[in-house]
């Protein structure tokens, strides 16, 4: 397995000469760049030679240009945050850069619900509101995200959990894991078996499950009964989980009209308690 691009530059770096240091330069600062520029505009943004680079893509052990893309294309897709880092940001002013940001925002907001169909919405609002128990899980960042689910259904239903626990074994909270239940799974890119693992568990025991993901995931088939994809890309090195939380919300806002009075009753006891502990 070959080391990460730009760590492999660093163990090389003393050895080159400045004509391919340069462009080493701008590839470990920078080495999403790979995937989204080409090398002759790498070699004029470095001002350097296409002969230089050359030499240099031999000297890392690939055999050519598209090797070394492919290898950075792929780390790209599974979400490492390194190579999602380019230089377009160091190329604008503030004005641009914030109206390019935004511009992302919202075409991210636009896709992801354009692929929310009405009846895959209606079909999972209804199981949100019939499931015995819903078991949300999530790890690394879509832990936060699973999160602001629960929250919001909490609100509205009860027996509703976010796993893993805090020191605890997953396994010990799935263990009666029935048909009655719905596992809603939050999975946005670095892929982790234990995810597929999950997955394959709880359709082993035939419960309902909702599978929240991006558009890197290849996985999908016979994995869950429905899957929401969110586009998290941005214009920086960090996702954007702007659409997933917007389509979260909507999901909820749709199990509130869908419970009606019970959630409205739901919502008037919380306050009521709300009030009973705050008061003085």
Partial sequence: MRLPI???????????PYSERVLAD??????????THSISELVQRA??????ATRLVKRLGYKNAQEIRKQVREARENGSPRYLNTFVHDTLDFESSVKQHVDF??????????????????????????ARNIWIVGYGNSHMTAMYLRQQLIQLREYV??????????EKD??????????????????SEIR?????????VEATILYVTDHS????NDLANWTVRCRVQSTSLFDSYTSAYSILNYICASLTDHLGRAASNRLAQAERLHELIRSQ
């Avoid at 009655?180 to 892929?191: E, L, P, T, W």
């Fill in 196 to 204: 597929y693992k999950l997955l394959q568990y709880a359709r082993s």
């Fill in 26 to 35: 701008l590839l470990i600062d920078f080495p999403g760049v790979l995937a």
């Fill in 47 to 52: 001002n350097t030679s296409n002969a230089a």
């Fill in 161 to 170: 959990e976010v796993l893993p626990r805090s020191g605890q074994a997953i």
């Fill in 6 to 16: 730009e760590d492999r530059l660093k163990e090389i770096y003393e050895e080159l």
């Fill in 174 to 191: 799935l263990s009666g894991l029935r048909k009655q239940d719905m596992v809603v799974i939050v999975g946005f890119r670095r892929r």
């Fill in 217 to 220: 995931e290849p996985k999908t």
């Fill in 105 to 130: 925002e919202i075409q991210n907001l636009l896709q992801s619900f354009s692929e929310l169909e009405e009846n895959t919405l209606k079909e999972i609002v209804t199981a949100l509101a019939q």
